[in-house]
T-cell receptor, first 109, second 122 residues
Framework: GQNIDQPTEMTATEGAIVQINCTYQTSGFNGLFWYQQHAGEAPTFLSYNVLDGLEEKGRFSSFLSRSKGYSYLLLKELQMKDSASYLCAVMDSNYQLIWGAGTKLIIKP | GAVVSQHPSRVICKSGTSVKIECRSLDFQATTMFWYRQFPKQSLMLMATSNEGSKATYEQGVEKDKFLINHASLTLSTLTVTSAHPEDSSFYIC??????????????????FGPGTRLTVL
């Protein structure tokens, strides 16, 4: 079966760095996406990885290792507004998105 | 670019009535749109994939006669919840797949989400 695993909840301090991990087992791979979802709102696109390595975009970076079926989202200089759920999703061989359950990130002052 | 709108944002209706939700891609053409449902504190659940000009593909367990999907044009898909019941109360979110890169940092086939519709059935 297809499976995406990510921690349910994480807590971090304002100004710090946090890494949210995602492991996956899917039928085929056509890229991995990270989305941010604030409570009561729809997800917004953060990043996309299809090749191994690190993609940096401002305070957010995303890493992919296809051989390990592993990705992480790195958030630096955390701000209170970063409190949200972070969803990992993998596009399988049929170009369908398989979603993780999301990681709720709580930022404390 | 890659803006998706959804209307209405919030609807409250009586049990037994039908509710129509519209999803529009505002600045790009989307041959494929997706409808998701999300219950509180749970992840997105794909309900159906909507392809312009053809019948929608429903996920297992989703009643196609209850959740009617029409993808009449490259910028509009509608979801109609027929004979809604309280258990249909949920957050319904549509997304549209951009056929080409329409925004910096977003690859082809990225799904862009509408703001969602919160449905409450009394």
């Amino acid at each position: 079966g297809q499976n995406i695993d990510q921690p349910t909840e994480m807590t971090a301090t304002e100004g710090a760095i946090v890494q949210i991990n995602c492991t996956y087992q899917t039928s085929g791979f056509n890229g991995l996406f990270w989305y941010q979802q604030h409570a009561g709102e729809a997800p917004t696109f953060l990043s996309y990885n299809v090749l191994d390595g690190l993609e940096e975009k401002g305070r957010f970076s995303s890493f992919l290792s296809r051989s390990k079926g592993y990705s992480y989202l790195l958030l630096k200089e955390l701000q209170m507004k970063d409190s949200a759920s972070y969803l990992c999703a993998v596009m399988d061989s049929n170009y369908q998105l398989i979603w993780g359950a999301g990681t709720k990130l709580i930022i404390k002052p | 670019g890659a803006v998706v709108s959804q209307h209405p944002s919030r609807v409250i209706c009586k049990s037994g009535t039908s509710v129509k939700i519209e999803c529009r891609s505002l600045d790009f053409q989307a041959t494929t749109m997706f409808w998701y449902r999300q219950f509180p504190k749970q992840s997105l659940m794909l309900m159906a994939t909507s392809n312009e000009g053809s019948k929608a593909t429903y996920e297992q367990g989703v009643e196609k006669d209850k959740f009617l999907i029409n993808h009449a044009s490259l910028t509009l898909s509608t979801l109609t919840v027929t004979s809604a019941h309280p258990e249909d109360s949920s957050f319904y979110i549509c997304s549209a797949r951009a056929p080409t890169q329409v925004t910096s940092g977003g690859p082809s086939d990225t799904q862009y989400f509408g703001p969602g519709t919160r449905l409450t059935v009394l």
